[in-house]
């Protein structure tokens, strides 16, 4: 039987304090929104898989995790996407770059049809949200200045009686950038 898993990246437990905290005070100022129970995490994909699926995926990771390199990224801001309603967190430019190059690597990389492939890296505060519930995101949350070390990626399988991704694996960055292989040669 599939489940639908994602790939994604965790910020500190600091940080994901802060995003839960941050959720916590939007929902008292408009009431309940969607992700407002979801982990802080940056997507980047989502897919379907069997066990078997899984293990191969969990195979290539690893390798791929290998050759990554671990990265300080720093968030400064807010954002939106108003044709979904998003409200975000969002990373400095030099992060983002840092972050882009790491999906990139792991979406080109992985061989599994993927159902979602995440290019923007972000994290979301709440999703489908009307104007008027955006602007009193923005007018709660003006500043912003958090950092951590992206050192690992994690798989999530999504629990279909929480509604929610919970973690199942943990792939650690090595930094061996001998160990990665020329693209198409991978598995």
């Known amino acids: 039987m599939k489940s639908l898993y994602s790939v994604a990246i965790h ?62 990224i720093h968030f400064e801001g807010f954002g939106t996407y108003p044709t979904n309603g998003a409200f975000f967190i969002s990373p400095d430019e030099a992060s983002k770059m840092a972050l882009k190059t790491i999906m990139k690597r792991i979406n080109d990389s992985l061989r599994v049809p993927a159902k979602f492939k995440s290019s923007d890296p972000h994290l979301s505060i709440a999703r489908k949200l009307t104007p008027e ?45 001998s160990a990665f292989p020329v693209q198409g040669s991978l598995f």
Request: net charge negative; charged share 20%.
């Open 11 to 72: 910020p500190s437990g600091e940080i994901i304090a802060l995003v839960k905290s941050m959720k916590e005070q939007l929902a008292v100022a408009i009431g309940w929104f969607n992700s407002k129970n979801s982990v802080a995490h940056i997507t980047i994909n989502e897919f379907e898989a069997d066990e078997n699926l899984l293990a191969n995926v969990k195979k290539q990771l690893t390798v791929i995790c290998d050759a990554l390199e671990p990265v300080a």
């Open 133 to 177: 519930k955006i602007e009193t995101a923005h007018q709660l949350f003006t500043t912003l200045d958090m950092n951590f070390v992206c050192h690992s990626v994690v798989i999530r399988k999504f629990n279909p009686e929480k509604k929610q991704f919970e973690v199942t694996d943990t792939f650690l960055f090595h930094s061996n950038t």
